[in-house]
C-alpha cells in the first residue's frame, strides 16, 4: 500500500496527471485522512473533468466523513461518465473499419 508521502512525491513531480492527485487521495483516504482526499480527487476532477474513477474515489471519502448527499452526487457523476464513456465506445465499434 503507498503511503501519502509516497504519492504526494509523485503529484509534486506531475502536478498535472489526474491519475496522479486520485492515488494521492486514495492513500490519503486509506490513511483515515479524508478531508485531504477530497482536495486531491477535487485537483483531479479540475484536471480532468471526466474522470470517473476520481468522482467515485470522492463519493467513498464523502460518505466516510458523512456527506452522504455530497457523496450520492459524487457517485451519480461518476455512473454517468462511465455510461458515457460505454457509449462512446460501442458507437466508435460499430464503425465501419473498426477493429
Given at each position: 500500500m503507498e503511503t501519502p508521502s509516497n504519492v504526494m512525491t509523485r503529484s509534486s513531480r506531475y502536478p498535472q496527471l489526474a491519475e496522479i492527485w486520485n492515488k494521492t487521495g486514495t492513500a490519503f483516504k486509506n490513511s483515515g485522512r479524508y478531508a485531504e482526499a477530497i482536495k486531491c480527487y477535487d485537483t483531479a476532477i479540475?484536471?480532468?473533468?471526466?474522470y470517473a474513477d476520481a468522482f467515485y474515489n470522492?463519493?467513498?471519502?464523502?460518505?466516510?466523513?458523512?456527506?452522504?448527499?455530497d457523496a450520492a452526487a459524487?457517485?451519480?457523476?461518476?455512473?454517468?461518465?462511465?455510461v458515457n464513456a460505454s457509449d462512446h465506445q460501442e458507437a466508435s465499434m460499430s464503425k465501419p473499419g473498426s477493429p
Open positions: 479540475d484536471i480532468n473533468s471526466k470522492k463519493g467513498i471519502a464523502l460518505a466516510r466523513v458523512g456527506c452522504d448527499a459524487a457517485f451519480a457523476k461518476a455512473k454517468e461518465l462511465e
